[in-house]
């Protein structure tokens, strides 16, 4: 009989590794099996258990959301063929500025850790302890903002997503190669006021959370392969080749660790929609009727709106850069124009 009801020590626990995950004088989580396959933290139970809970809601007839790069309108910006342009002259705080931004914004993950997330069961009417959205009070969140930003009960001796992030980074420029950029104070969708009134407002703020950090995600895989396909690029750090391969091997590792978070919260809005919510007025509302337009519009937001935001952000930003180089910013534009055409 398939397991669906998991205990906290459960959902946390970890496989036992043959070594430790060490690089670029970093002490980080995870580690190697006894073959030297990397096995992301705290998916021993964690991985079995979302699989069964997205089975039993594919097996009631509901389908998973979509949570792929398809759901992206635009891509990354600069593409590759610009930053390689950019790294053969000589430019390269734009990568490193990329990955260092993605190592701080990764660390405030960690929150997740102290948010108290509410138990679920109080608003929904069906039984929902053997799914999903059952257990994001159990282990579930928590998890996601240890593998994010570290364990805040811990010591602070091994590393999470950002440590692994700059661990990549100084293998392909060095410690303190450029100053640390500005980072923007918030990547999800700004505050758009009471979007599911029906509902008491703290059941509310973790619905958008989790939808916000689930788009979040969505983009980060994008940004997986694009720096993953360039650091593989043999003619991307030619004197670095090994450094580079294994900050790509690291980046990996990093994507295979956000699988598990990408599944669950997918799992959860997908749960969500097929289930029943009582309202604050005594009533009760299916869930896809509350859950779809709001989703969507989380979609758009970040797919469309906010992506077009960030792309003359970091345009305005290497057109300073390159301001006493206009002839190179040109070439840049004509590169970006040739990836837009084709």
Known sequence: MTKLNYTWDELMASHAYARPQEEAGYRLHGGFDEKGEY???????????????????????????????????????PNIEQQKLLLRNGFGETLWNSLTITGIVEARGRALCEFEAPDFQKIIVEDISNMCTGHLHKGLLYAHGIDEGGDPKGDGSVGAHDQMWFAARDLIFGKGRYPIPAVPENIGRPDQGRLMPQLPAGFEQLILLLMNVLMIEVRAEAGF??????????????????????????????????????????????????????????????????????????????????????????????????????????????????????
């Open 39 to 77: 096995i992301p933290p705290r998916t021993l139970n964690r991985w079995p258990a979302v699989k069964a809970w997205a089975e039993q809601l594919t097996a009631r007839g509901w389908p998973l959301i979509d949570a792929t790069v398809q759901l992206l309108k635009r891509g990354h910006y």
């Open 225 to 342: 392969s694009f720096n993953c396909n360039l650091l593989r690029d043999p003619a991307t750090f030619p004197d670095k080749r090994k450094e580079a391969e294994l900050a790509a091997e690291m980046i990996e590792r990093i994507r295979t660790d956000e699988a598990i978070h990408v599944a669950y919260l997918q799992a959860t809005i997908s749960e969500m929609r097929s289930l029943t919510f009582r309202t604050v007025d005594g009533g009760t509302i299916a869930g896809r009727d509350m859950i779809d337009p709001i989703w969507d519009g989380m979609v758009h937001w970040h797919s469309v709106t906010q992506a077009d935001f960030s792309l003359a952000q970091s345009r305005d930003a290497i057109a300073q850069r390159l301001g006493e180089k206009p002839g190179l910013f040109t070439e840049f534009e004509t590169l970006g124009d040739r990836a837009q055409a084709a």
